[in-house]
């Protein structure tokens, strides 16, 4: 396995996971309803915009049945697959000779370590799972509240003239 292959699987990882978080995002303003969602969301992880999702479709009363049952497993999905990216991104890796890559997952509790084995296939496999996660929620927004939902979050954006995400501090 080349370097440059990996990089580039792992750059893809990357690129499509900054995707599932801006509709993550997206997502979450538009379930709340408001254009100031996007200041609360912007310091969130994915997993808690995953979360947070989750918990307001489940108690949402604008969204009918079959259309809840379909985000709630857009979003299990989103779960599954940011999972993998982190474990793509965050472990310990070592290229082996051959086809494959050896990561080292620790964790803060123990000095164990799972060595995983992954080949270049299965990187590229972990973006396009992020990818799909990502437009399944798409998806599921767009039957569950139309295809306006996805302003919602950029309408402040829009009337401050800045990214929102740039004002932790205010």
Known sequence: MEVDELRHALGGVVLEAAYLERVLRAAFSALVGSKYAALVDAHLTVAALIEDCERIVRNHTGIPGTE????????????????????????????????VTVTLHGSRNSRDLAVTTRTLAEVRQAADQVADAADEVKAAMTAALGPGWVRVEDQLRQELGRDIAADRDT
Do not use: E, Q
């Open 68 to 99: 809840r049952d379909g985000l709630l497993d857009a979003l299990k999905a989103c779960h599954k697959a940011n999972r993998d990216r982190n474990r793509v991104i965050h472990d310990d890796w070592a290229i082996r000779p051959g086809i």
